[in-house]
């Protein structure tokens, strides 16, 4: 179901999706703009990817990628969408999109976020305080 005046469908696989395309799209982000293509790959090639593609040309706008053990626990990141594309609710409809589907809808989600708390808590996240632990990259 489409939110704003622009055609687009949502697509869910890695397979689906370019990782150039990704890249491009994460480049606009303050977590993975420096992110290499290659880890890119990896990391969508072990995750489910979900991305909002425009009917017109076929040009991804939307991106969001879930690892999970599909028991227990998924952990969405990596959402993003075209900084040109923003504020037309594609964001929500991407969200609403990936914990709606039945592989995840009846685990518990987690997902680090500096900015959208309010984005996020409309799918039932809660932000955690003095509970969540990250360990940074070495």
């Not at 290499?36 to 909002?52: A, F, L, Q, V």
């Not at 964001?91 to 900015?115: A, I, W």
């Not at 708390?117 to 799918?123: F, G, S």
Request: aromatic share 10%.
């Amino acid at each position: 179901m489409n939110s704003c005046s622009l055609k687009y469908h949502i697509v869910d696989g890695s397979e689906k999706i370019k990782a150039e395309d990704v890249e491009r799209l994460l480049k606009m982000t303050y977590w993975a703009d420096k992110r290499p293509i290659e880890t890119i790959k990896k990391s969508m090639e072990n995750s489910y990817c979900y991305g909002i593609v425009l009917d017109e040309d076929s040009k991804l706008i939307g991106f969001a990628r879930v690892i999970s053990d599909l028991a227990t626990t998924f952990y969405l990141c990596d959402v993003i969408i075209d900084v040109e594309y923003q504020h037309m609710g594609l964001g929500k409809e991407l969200v609403s999109h990936v914990v709606n589907s039945p592989e995840f809808s009846p685990l518990r989600g987690l997902l680090m976020t500096r900015d959208a708390h309010t984005l996020y808590a409309r799918y039932g996240f809660e932000t955690v305080e003095n509970r969540a632990m990250w360990k940074a990259v070495n």
